[in-house]
């Protein structure tokens, strides 16, 4: 094992490197030619994947995702970390390009297994699963959740035990292999702890401002000017996309959960310290007191979560599943409609729309994601062989709903005429100036204030001379807000790059960019308590941890380059 280790000794070396100056992120031969069937979806220098090789790489993802989503309802956090950073760093999830990289990656990983002899005893994996995955709260293994994720969730994938064990035994594989390649690597300390001290300091420090507005007024640009303006960013005036959609919407019942929990409640027995209580009652205040504690009974927000994964469980079971079931089996279109009525979901079609004019509980964010169904939408095809490009994912919508939806028709956006795009050329044509004049002016202001301030004038006085809006004692820390700055942490990142007694660069605030800013430090502080000498400890090793998974991930990726690999997409 050690000579395979020495093997890569020069990329070990090369990786640090690259992570020291900040340009490696977080995100190997194959041999022989495996069987294939179907068209070829991805071509490396010694192997083939065919369609069913995706397809069987699309279940293992939903498998490892579906044993993260079971994790965390056991409570189980260790799991999530450690699912998330497999299909994480073999880029496990997402679109159809990513599963087809973890086809590779996967292929890269075994390899580099048979290397190390990274094969995890049936025991491990049997360990981890009692201890990791299917325990309860309590700590204690639940087999009633095992049996019911083997028994129906598996079967749901049309996977068996064997490939639960198989993922498993990756999973092992990998965290041990990412031992192996991270086992040289030490975290700068020094250098982790000044991050952490800078990071939990309390300043006290005045804001010197400019608002874009004040430079908006008085920019008038004439037509001809807007019109050149168009000319040069044509591609960026298109009409809005439209879409024509079946869909369901779906929320837990939870008024018969809490009825159910009220019941379950009621028949109870009571412990002897309740009965030692009632003894000291009136059979009337016992009865009162009892309808009382009825009635002020809830759902937890654990439990409310729960039933809200539950249900989006049973989506994907019974309705997504079977879905790409018939799909796979030559449907020609995703059938939400009988599938959804069995089960009692109303079924909505909408006209052809733009995607901002359709339905409100079908627009905005994807629960737990950092795209939006707006995004989604968008990235819906119609032009495709497959089916199931027409057909969502279980998507979170609103605080505790979900959302699948087939997409009917497609128009997709068309560059705007002048006359449609004039008013919008005109807007961004001023807002454009403004920025250049607000970026000048406030880099001009802080340079004034800087002099007026080395010659002993006071800080309201400098700030009046150069027109500048100035809040003073203000304090700031990393998580803390302060009523009256709409930029807190642009105005801690900024005063912790700054001396005491000193001010900042001036900056333009993104992503809105309608306000100049710099401040005057006056005054720091870190206090040294307990819970900031444990962040100091902590913040070496997550550091280090950190270091270790982008040299994995730097693995991975040299692995992937080397392979010579081509993605093909089918058309049409």
């Given at each position: 094992?050690?000579?395979?280790?020495?093997?890569?000794?020069?990329?070990?070396?090369?990786?640090?490197?690259?992570?020291?100056?900040?340009?490696?992120?977080?995100?190997?031969?194959?041999?022989?030619?495996g069987?294939?069937?179907g068209?070829?979806?991805?071509?490396?220098?010694?192997?083939?994947?065919?369609?069913?090789?995706?397809?069987?790489?699309?279940?293992?993802?939903?498998?490892?995702?579906?044993?993260?989503?079971?994790s965390i309802q056991?409570?189980?956090?260790?799991?999530?970390?450690?699912?998330?950073?497999?299909?994480?760093?073999?880029?496990?999830?997402?679109?159809?390009?990513?599963?087809?990289?973890?086809?590779?990656?996967?292929?890269?990983?075994?390899?580099?297994?048979?290397?190390?002899?990274?094969?995890?005893?049936?025991?491990?994996?049997?360990?981890?699963?009692?201890?990791?995955?299917?325990?309860?709260?309590?700590?204690?293994?639940?087999?009633?959740?095992?049996?019911q994720?083997?028994?129906?969730?598996?079967?749901?994938?049309?996977?068996?035990?064997?490939?639960?064990?198989?993922?498993i035994g990756?999973?092992?594989?990998?965290?041990?292999?990412?031992?192996?390649l991270?086992?040289?690597?030490v975290?700068n300390?020094?250098?982790?702890?000044?991050?952490?001290?800078?990071?939990?300091?309390?300043?006290?420090?005045?804001?010197?401002?400019?608002?874009?507005?004040?430079?908006?007024?008085?920019?008038?640009?004439?037509?001809?000017?807007?019109?050149?303006?168009?000319?040069?960013?044509?591609?960026?005036?298109?009409?809005?996309?439209?879409?024509?959609?079946?869909?369901f919407?779906?929320?837990?019942?939870?008024?018969?959960?809490?009825?159910?929990k009220?019941?379950?409640?009621?028949?109870?027995?009571?412990?002897?310290a309740e009965?030692?209580?009632?003894?000291?009652?009136?059979?009337?205040?016992?009865?009162?007191?009892?309808?009382?504690?009825?009635?002020?009974?809830?759902?937890?927000?654990?439990e409310?979560?729960?039933?809200?994964?539950?249900?989006?469980?049973?989506?994907?079971?019974?309705?997504?599943?079977?879905?790409?079931?018939?799909?796979?089996?030559?449907?020609?279109?995703?059938?939400?409609?009988?599938?959804?009525?069995?089960?009692?979901?109303?079924?909505?079609t909408?006209?052809?729309?733009?995607?901002?004019?359709?339905p409100?509980?079908?627009?905005?964010?994807?629960?737990?994601?950092?795209?939006?169904?707006?995004?989604?939408?968008?990235?819906?095809?119609?032009?495709?062989?497959?089916?199931?490009?027409?057909?969502?994912?279980?998507?979170?919508?609103?605080?505790?709903?979900?959302?699948?939806?087939?997409?009917?028709?497609?128009?997709?956006?068309?560059?705007?005429?002048?006359?449609?795009?004039?008013?919008d050329?005109?807007?961004?044509?001023?807002?454009?100036?403004?920025?250049?004049?607000?970026?000048?002016?406030?880099?001009?202001?802080?340079?004034?204030?800087?002099?007026a301030?080395?010659?002993?004038?006071p800080?309201?006085?400098?700030?009046?001379?150069?027109?500048?809006?100035?809040?003073?004692?203000?304090?700031?820390?990393?998580?803390?807000?302060?009523?009256?700055?709409?930029?807190?942490?642009?105005i801690?990142?900024?005063?912790?790059?700054?001396?005491?007694?000193e001010?900042?660069?001036?900056?333009?605030?993104?992503?809105?960019?309608?306000?100049?800013?710099?401040?005057?430090?006056?005054?720091?502080?870190f206090?040294?308590?307990?819970?900031?000498?444990?962040?100091?400890?902590?913040?070496?090793?997550?550091?280090?941890?950190?270091?270790?998974?982008?040299?994995?991930?730097?693995?991975?990726?040299a692995?992937?380059?080397?392979?010579?690999?081509?993605?093909?997409?089918?058309?049409?």
């Amino acid at each position: 094992m050690l000579e395979n280790i020495r093997k890569y000794t020069g990329l070990f070396i090369v990786v640090l490197v690259l992570i020291f100056v900040g340009l490696v992120f977080l995100q190997s031969n194959m041999s022989g030619r495996g069987p294939s069937s179907g068209p070829i979806m991805v071509k490396t220098k010694d192997k083939t994947y065919a369609y069913k090789d995706v397809q069987k790489a699309e279940n293992e993802i939903r498998l490892g995702q579906r044993i993260l989503q079971t994790s965390i309802q056991n409570g189980s956090f260790d799991t999530y970390g450690d699912i998330s950073q497999y299909l994480g760093t073999l880029e496990g999830g997402g679109n159809e390009e990513m599963t087809k990289r973890y086809l590779v990656h996967r292929e890269n990983f075994n390899r580099a297994r048979k290397e190390f002899g990274l094969y995890p005893s049936k025991e491990e994996i049997d360990l981890y699963q009692r201890e990791k995955v299917f325990t309860g709260r309590d700590g204690v293994f639940d087999d009633e959740s095992y049996n019911q994720f083997t028994d129906k969730g598996l079967r749901n994938l049309g996977m068996t035990i064997n490939d639960l064990n198989d993922f498993i035994g990756n999973l092992l594989a990998f965290k041990e292999f990412t031992n192996i390649l991270g086992a040289g690597v030490v975290a700068n300390e020094e250098a982790a702890q000044e991050s952490f001290i800078s990071n939990s300091q309390q300043f006290t420090l005045s804001t010197l401002s400019l608002d874009l507005a004040d430079f908006k007024k008085d920019i008038s640009p004439t037509d001809e000017e807007v019109k050149t303006y168009w000319e040069e960013n044509k591609g960026r005036y298109e009409t809005e996309a439209k879409r024509r959609l079946t869909y369901f919407t779906a929320a837990p019942d939870f008024d018969a959960a809490l009825a159910k929990k009220k019941e379950e409640e009621a028949g109870k027995e009571k412990t002897p310290a309740e009965e030692a209580a009632d003894a000291e009652k009136t059979p009337e205040q016992i009865a009162a007191d009892d309808k009382a504690k009825a009635e002020n009974l809830t759902l937890t927000p654990e439990e409310r979560k729960k039933l809200v994964d539950e249900l989006g469980l049973t989506i994907e079971e019974n309705i997504w599943v079977v879905l790409q079931g018939q799909i796979d089996n030559g449907a020609k279109k995703a059938e939400i409609e009988p599938l959804a009525e069995e089960f009692g979901y109303e079924v909505k079609t909408t006209e052809l729309l733009p995607i901002s004019e359709l339905p409100a509980e079908i627009r905005g964010p994807v629960r737990g994601t950092q795209t939006t169904v707006e995004q989604e939408l968008l990235d819906a095809s119609l032009n495709s062989d497959n089916v199931m490009d027409t057909l969502s994912e279980i998507l979170g919508v609103g605080q505790e709903s979900w959302l699948m939806y087939r997409v009917d028709e497609a128009v997709e956006p068309t560059e705007k005429t002048f006359e449609e795009a004039k008013e919008d050329a005109k807007n961004d044509l001023v807002q454009e100036k403004a920025e250049e004049a607000l970026k000048a002016a406030i880099e001009s202001a802080r340079e004034e204030v800087a002099k007026a301030l080395a010659d002993g004038k006071p800080l309201n006085e400098a700030a009046a001379e150069q027109n500048l809006k100035l809040a003073e004692h203000l304090t700031f820390t990393a998580n803390g807000q302060v009523p009256s700055e709409p930029n807190p942490r642009d105005i801690f990142r900024l005063a912790s790059q700054t001396k005491t007694g000193e001010i900042s660069s001036a900056e333009v605030i993104e992503p809105l960019m309608d306000r100049g800013v710099f401040v005057f430090v006056k005054e720091r502080t870190f206090e040294e308590n307990e819970q900031n000498k444990a962040g100091l400890t902590r913040a070496v090793s997550t550091q280090q941890q950190a270091l270790r998974m982008a040299l994995v991930q730097h693995w991975f990726t040299a692995q992937f380059d080397e392979s010579e690999v081509e993605l093909v997409t089918l058309k049409n």
